[in-house]
């Protein structure tokens, strides 16, 4: 008999998280202020987010305690799975060993609850009254609303139009969570005003969104604003996946010689990986890989550069790698893959070597995606699935040169709102798009000068 599942209880979830920001040489650069360009203080983040997790963003110290009201509602679905995927291993006739964490089974569906409950916490501490956000595909404003639920705060989702149309029930979740949602662009804020001028058929973006999420939370006292990546503190309250799988390996006595994660924002990647980081700093053989879409490639095509987090800009700039924050990538159906830039501390990553970055086209990435569905059951959001594409193409690598190496990526959330994708690619209509070499190229020369 063999073993699928390697499984944790409650007493070995992890206590605190861990923050890279502790270990990584040379430190990220600040953030600037968007006006005058010098390093933005506290005071400058004050409108949008609670103190504590201002603190957290810039904090160095290596572990940050996790209170209790957040454990207990981690325990509702925390810790989660770690499985061997012998089924795949066999279809694919490799003698790789390939495992995966899976994020799926929170209640909104992926990884994002672990640092929507902890956001929606300390603002209660703080005493906020309401909360805006931007969502694409609708995870992270799933994520939100169940945790604005759990703490008794009001909750406002600008949703991208696109997906709003496409994921009417991602919707109908929020709600069910007690969240008001807008398709963005809206008329409810300038920055949807302003588009909507412009292009009354806007299918709207991120960047767009959180333009108007901001917006709304600066001009009102009782209202702060939640991001669902990117940000610092919000990659490291993901860490407790990496550190989960850590002990997780240790049980299947295995080290992984690469650890494989999809890159959006970076939050879900973040969270698995930097829990090895000191491994690999310490001389370990280990190698990260960020896997994006070809339609979005920011770490592979994009330019390490401040800019914006935004379309309006209206955020502060941050140091990443970056399409230009006025590019809107084509509609692929990994919706949480579609934002023009990428977390400070994976970009720096990437920068020094310790992450490798990828790119694939959406086609091979759903006939990744429906092959693990054919041999593991689970069916994988798109997202994810880049990073299954990645683990597939690295083990059928060891079938060439017959290497038993330890595959190990993240699968951060189910594909169960995404069947009319699954749709399109069954039904032969899915088509792959061509980098935006002429679009990037516009964006990019819209890239503010610091
Ligand atoms: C939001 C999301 C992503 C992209 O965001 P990251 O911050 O890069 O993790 C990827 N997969 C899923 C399932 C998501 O919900």
Redesign the pocket.
């Known amino acids: 008999m063999v073993t699928h599942k390697y499984l944790l209880d409650e007493s070995e979830m992890p206590r605190s998280w861990y923050n890279v920001q502790a270990d990584l040489k040379p430190a990220i650069d600040p953030a600037l202020h968007p006006g005058t360009k010098q390093p933005a203080g506290p005071g400058d983040f004050a409108p949008l987010f609670p103190m504590e997790l201002i603190k957290q963003e810039v904090s160095r110290e290596r572990w940050i305690e996790i209170p209790d009201q957040i454990q207990d509602i981690y325990k509702l679905w925390r810790p989660t799975p770690l499985y061997r995927a012998h089924n795949l291993e066999k279809a694919l006739g490799t003698p790789a060993r390939i495992f995966y964490k899976y994020e799926g089974v929170s209640p909104a569906g992926?990884?994002?609850p672990n640092t929507a409950v902890a956001q929606a916490y300390y603002n209660k501490q703080e005493g906020t009254k309401r909360i805006t956000t931007e969502t694409g595909?609708g995870?992270?404003g799933s994520a939100l609303a169940f945790a604005c639920h759990n703490m008794g705060i009001e909750c406002k989702v600008y949703m991208v139009s696109a997906s709003y149309k496409q994921k009417p029930y991602r919707k109908s979740m929020m709600e069910s969570w007690g969240a008001t949602v807008v398709a963005s662009p809206s008329r409810d804020t300038q920055a949807g005003r302003n588009v909507l001028a412009a292009n009354p058929e806007s299918p709207g973006s991120l960047g767009i969104a959180i333009s108007e999420a901001v917006e709304d939370a600066a001009k009102r006292d009782d209202t702060k604003y939640s991001l669902?990546?990117?940000l610092n503190h919000v990659l490291m309250h993901q860490t407790v996946i990496g550190q989960e799988a850590i002990k997780q390996m240790e049980k299947a006595n295995a080290y992984p010689d690469m650890v494989i994660g999809?890159?959006?924002?970076?939050?879900?990647?973040g969270g698995i990986v930097f829990p090895f980081v000191p491994d690999k700093l310490a001389g370990k053989k280990i190698r990260f890989i960020a896997v994006e879409p070809e339609a979005c490639p920011s770490l592979t095509r994009g330019k390490f550069a401040y800019d914006f987090g935004d379309t309006a800009g209206m955020t502060p700039l941050i140091k990443m790698y970056t399409l230009g924050h006025t590019f809107v990538p084509n509609p692929i159906h990994a919706g949480?893959?579609r934002y023009h830039g990428m977390a400070p501390l994976i970009s720096q990553m990437v920068k020094e070597k310790l992450v490798e970055a990828r790119a694939y086209h959406q086609t091979k990435v759903f006939e990744a995606a429906v092959q693990f569905a054919r041999t593991e059951g689970i069916i994988p959001?798109p997202?994810?699935s880049h990073a299954i594409r990645a683990a597939i193409d690295e083990a059928l690598a060891c079938k060439k040169t017959g290497e038993k190496k330890n595959i190990l990526f993240l699968l951060?959330?189910h594909g169960h709102f995404d069947m009319s994708a699954y749709d399109n690619y069954l039904t032969g209509k899915m088509v792959d798009y061509a980098y935006p070499e002429e679009e990037v190229r516009k964006a990019m020369a819209a890239i503010p000068a610091v």
Do not use: D, I, N
């Open positions: 992926s990884h994002k595909a995870q992270w669902g990546s990117v999809c890159v959006g924002g970076g939050s879900s990647f949480g893959l959001a997202e994810p951060c959330g």
